[in-house]
């Protein structure tokens, strides 16, 4: 080959990479694209504690790695389906826990007035005990079922390849299953099944060093929370939820603040006591941004990860809207 005809297929080359990480679109999905949703129960008999999960499944039968979710207090796995929706439309299995104690079961029986104590009541230590516990539980019965002939999940996922996200309550489980330190205990919840993690509405721990809290996680993090997202329990301002990045260590971080966004800009509806108006925007940037995350570190696509690194983020984000990597 002459030097000519290799000078234009050097080019031709870089034009397709070029092309290849300019058309990298978190947000596509195939139109006519429905996600097929199967509920079950996890029976966790060294606990006695049975574990509601609704799977969000991929078009394809192939192998394919899985999306933990785990919802805030007073939840279900019904909740963030907007998630579960696209993350399987994008060819991932989409997992969503149900924590018995502090689900949906907390409010739903309870007057009114005496529905505020009970969610405080809830949000308890052995709660969350419980969660943490759960992920490691699911993961084993998915593992089971993934080698069970005939099952609807067999053969279907990689579980070599785990993502764990969650909001709020759930952002709290997803951090310790994910490398926070819990004080005295350091990384004791952490699952090393799991590859990269995204929390929203993070937290900061109540007491101790944060530095230390997060010094040591050691896979991928995406954190996402808004300007005014307060909760009424859990004592977590927008100044604590903000503590989390700088406290990571550098490499493969993230943070994602979205401008006027409350507590339930991540979730399905407005929360009581709220006031701003839901940005639509909103949603399309987590689905945006989550998406190239699990692309980047589940899947391995370089182009992905360029997508975050470069100018990617800016075509969905808002004026005010705030994306910060390490």
């Known amino acids: 080959m002459g030097v000519r005809m290799m000078l234009l297929a050097v080019v031709h080359l870089v034009c397709i990479l070029s092309t290849d990480a300019a058309e990298y679109d978190p947000l596509g999905v195939p139109d006519s694209f429905q996600a097929e949703t199967l509920d079950w129960t996890v029976r966790d008999e060294a606990r006695s504690r049975d574990i509601p999960i609704k799977a969000y499944l991929p078009a394809t039968r192939t192998s394919q790695p899985v999306v933990l979710f785990s919802h805030g207090l007073g939840g279900s796995r019904e909740g963030c389906s907007y998630l579960g929706k696209h993350w399987s439309a994008r060819g991932y299995v989409a997992v969503f826990l149900q924590h018995p104690g502090s689900d949906d079961s907390v409010w739903k029986d309870t007057s009114l007035l005496k529905r505020m104590s009970a969610m405080r009541e809830a949000a308890s230590a052995e709660n969350f005990r419980l969660r943490v516990q759960d992920v490691s539980a699911v993961l084993d019965q998915l593992s089971r079922w993934n080698d069970l002939p005939s099952h609807k999940l067999e053969g279907r996922l990689d579980l070599e390849h785990v993502g764990m996200s969650g909001h709020s309550f759930g952002a709290q489980t997803t951090q310790a299953v994910s490398g926070q330190s819990a004080g005295v205990f350091g990384s004791r919840f952490?699952?090393?099944?799991?590859?990269?993690?995204?929390?929203?509405?993070?937290?900061?721990?109540?007491?101790?060093?944060?530095?230390?809290?997060?010094?040591?996680?050691?896979?991928?993090?995406?954190?996402?929370?808004?300007?005014?997202?307060?909760?009424?329990?859990?004592?977590?301002?927008?100044?604590?939820?903000?503590?989390?990045?700088?406290?990571?260590?550098?490499?493969?971080?993230?943070?994602?603040?979205?401008?006027n966004a409350e507590h339930s800009a991540f979730g399905d509806r407005r929360l009581p006591g709220e006031t701003q108006t839901r940005?639509?925007?909103?949603?399309?940037?987590?689905?945006?941004?989550?998406?190239?995350?699990?692309?980047?570190?589940?899947?391995?696509?370089?182009?992905?990860?360029?997508?975050?690194?470069?100018?990617?983020?800016?075509?969905?984000?808002?004026?005010?809207?705030?994306?910060?990597?390490?």
């Open 279 to 326: 940005n639509s925007n909103h949603h399309r940037v987590v689905l945006g941004l989550s998406t190239a995350f699990w692309d980047a570190y589940l899947r391995a696509d370089d182009s992905a990860k360029q997508w975050l690194v470069g100018a990617g983020p800016s075509g969905l984000l808002q004026p005010n809207d705030r994306w910060q990597t390490k």
């Open 190 to 259: 952490a699952e090393p099944r799991i590859q990269a993690a995204i929390a929203l509405s993070p937290s900061s721990p109540r007491r101790g060093d944060v530095a230390k809290a997060f010094g040591s996680v050691k896979i991928p993090w995406l954190v996402m929370t808004g300007t005014q997202d307060k909760a009424m329990i859990g004592n977590q301002t927008v100044a604590s939820r903000l503590e989390v990045f700088p406290a990571l260590p550098p490499g493969d971080k993230f943070e994602l603040v979205l401008h």
